[in-house]
C-alpha cells in the first residue's frame, strides 16, 4: 500500500509470474441459453470433442451435450446446440475418412434412412416432454442408461476380444455361424466397401434407433452406429468408423433443422466456438486414431461412454444448489 493509505491500481504485467493480469475469461452472453460462459472454455471443449470425433470417427454429441449441461446451460439448449457442433465436427472427419476409401456409401445411405425417420419422430415426442414439464429429467436419465447399456457392453466385448487374440493369436474375428439372424434376413445387397453380402434391413434399424437418440438427447450417434456396424454386421473397424462419421454429417444436420426451426433450441452465438475447435482438433484426432489398433480404439470409446455415463448419474444423486419449495398463496 502506498504513503496516504490508497490502493495503487494493479500493475498490467504481474513481475512475479509474468503474466497479464487482464488474461481474464471472456465471456460471452448467449441468448438463447440466457447466461454468460467464457469463449477460450468453449473453445478448449470444441477442440476436446474434435479431438475424439476424429480418433474414434464419433460426432461427439454425447460428450459436448453433458458438458454443456454441467455449465448449466439448460438441458434442451445443450441438446439443439450440441447437434450442431456435431455437424461441423463430423465433416471435417468425414473429408478425411473419405480420402482415405474407408466410407462404405451404400451403408450410409441406409442408415442416414432410417436416421431421419427416427429423428423426425424423436422430435416430436420431444416437443410433447417439453409441453409436460419433463424433458430435462428425461435427457438426464436417457443419458444415464443409453451410455452405461452400451459404454459396459462395448468394454466387455473388447476385452473378451483382446483375451481371445492372446490365447488364440490365429483366430478369427468373423467366425462361421454367428449372428444367422442378421444373415438369413431378405433383402440383401453386396456391400463392396464393407466386403459383405448382408440384409439391408439392419442398418435401416440401426438409423432409426440412431435419430431418436440424436433428436432427443443431441447425440451423433457413432458410439451406437460403430459397435452395430463392427458386432452385428461384421463391417471392418476403419470401414465402421469412416460410414459412421459420414451418415452423422447429414443426420446431425437434419437433426438440428428441426431443433432450430420447431424448438428454438439452437444458440449459434454457443455453437460458434466449439465449432471452429471442433474442427481443428478432429484433423489431429484422425492422426491419432490411424496409430492405434483397432481393438485399442474400440476399448477406449467403451472407457469413454462408460465415464460420461458415470458423470452424469452422480449428478442426477447430488443435493441442487437451489432448492424450490411450494408455498400457499397469502
Given amino acids: 500500500m502506498p504513503a496516504g493509505g490508497q490502493w495503487a491500481p494493479e500493475p498490467r504485467l504481474q513481475p512475479q509470474t509474468g503474466r497479464r ?39 461427439g454429441g454425447f460428450v459436448i451435450t453433458p458438458l454443456l449441461i454441467f455449465l448449466g446451460v439448460p438441458p434442451l439448449i445443450a441438446v439443439g446446440t450440441g447437434v450442431s457442433q456435431v455437424v461441423a465436427v463430423s465433416v471435417s472427419a468425414a473429408l478425411s475418412q473419405w480420402r482415405g476409401k474407408t466410407v462404405d ?36 436419465l436417457s443419458y444415464v442408461l443409453v451410455l452405461g447399456v452400451i459404454g459396459t457392453l462395448m468394454f466387455i466385448e473388447s476385452l473378451s476380444t483382446l483375451r481371445k487374440r492372446r490365447g488364440l493369436p490365429q483366430a478369427s474375428a468373423r467366425r462361421g455361424g454367428q449372428h444367422t439372424w442378421i444373415q438369413g434376413l431378405p433383402l440383401k445387397r453386396r456391400f463392396r466397401t464393407s466386403k459383405l453380402y448382408v440384409s439391408t434391413i439392419p442398418p435401416v434399424v440401426i438409423g432409426i434407433f440412431v435419430g431418436w437418440l440424436t433428436a432427443l438427447i443431441g447425440v451423433g450417434g457413432g458410439f451406437v452406429v460403430i459397435p452395430a456396424l463392427i458386432y452385428l454386421m461384421r463391417v471392418p473397424t476403419r470401414v465402421a468408423i469412416g460410414t459412421s462419421v459420414f451418415q452423422v454429417v447429414f443426420l446431425a444436420g437434419y437433426a438440428t433443422l428441426l431443433h432450430a ?6 444458440d449459434l452465438l454457443l455453437a460458434l466456438p466449439l465449432m471452429i475447435g471442433g474442427v481443428v482438433g478432429a484433423q489431429y ?3 491419432i486414431g490411424q496409430r492405434l489398433n483397432a481393438e485399442q480404439l474400440r476399448i477406449l470409446l467403451a472407457l469413454l461412454v462408460l465415464a460420461v455415463g458415470v458423470r452424469m448419474a452422480v449428478d442426477l444423486t447430488l443435493r441442487p444448489e437451489e432448492l424450490f419449495v411450494l408455498d400457499t398463496w397469502p
Avoid: C, E, W
Fill in 105 to 140: 456409401v451404400p451403408m450410409g445411405l441406409l442408415l442416414l434412412a432410417g436416421g431421419i425417420i427416427g429423428a423426425t419422430t424423436g422430435v416430436a415426442l420431444q416437443r410433447l416432454l417439453k409441453a409436460a414439464g419433463q424433458i430435462d429429467v428425461f435427457i438426464s
Fill in 261 to 266: 426451426t420447431l424448438n428454438f433450441s439452437v
Fill in 285 to 287: 484426432g484422425i492422426r
Fill in 21 to 59: 493480469a487482464d488474461l481474464m475469461p471472456i465471456p460471452i452472453y448467449l441468448p438463447v441459453a440466457g447466461m454468460a460462459l467464457d469463449g477460450l472454455m468453449l473453445l478448449s471443449m470444441g477442440l476436446s470433442v474434435g479431438l475424439l470425433s476424429g480418433m474414434f470417427g464419433i460426432g
